[in-house]
């Protein structure tokens, strides 16, 4: 890989109305996400945040390639992010939750 080739990872908007429809926040939410296969994220920027959920396995091949910045792609748009906190399982090590910043 070079060194100018920048990481894409896609992501999808998590949303967080808690309505009759299904809980879509909260600890048994991530939990079911995890388990699906998706990682929740937030994209902390100028004063707000937004919760998303990207494919773990997709940040770890990041990671051991591309560093900390890659091209994150929601809903069609594509903007730069940086990995500002990564939390991992404290036995497993594999990644609970991560916090992005744009760049």
């Known amino acids: 890989m070079s060194e100018l080739e920048v990481f894409t990872i896609e992501g999808r908007a998590r949303k967080l109305d808690n309505g009759p429809e299904g809980v879509s926040s909260g600890k048994s939410y991530t939990r079911k996400a995890r388990a699906a296969g998706w990682l929740p994220a937030n ?26 910045k890659f091209e994150l792609e929601l809903s069609g748009k594509k903007q730069m ?22 760049v």
Do not use: A
């Open 81 to 102: 992010v940086k990995v500002h906190e990564l939390q991992l399982h404290p036995v497993k090590r594999t990644p609970l939750h991560v916090d992005l910043m744009s």
């Open 43 to 68: 994209i902390i920027g100028k004063g707000k945040s937004q919760p998303i959920e990207i494919q773990p396995k997709l940040l770890e091949k990041v990671f051991m390639y591309g560093g900390r």
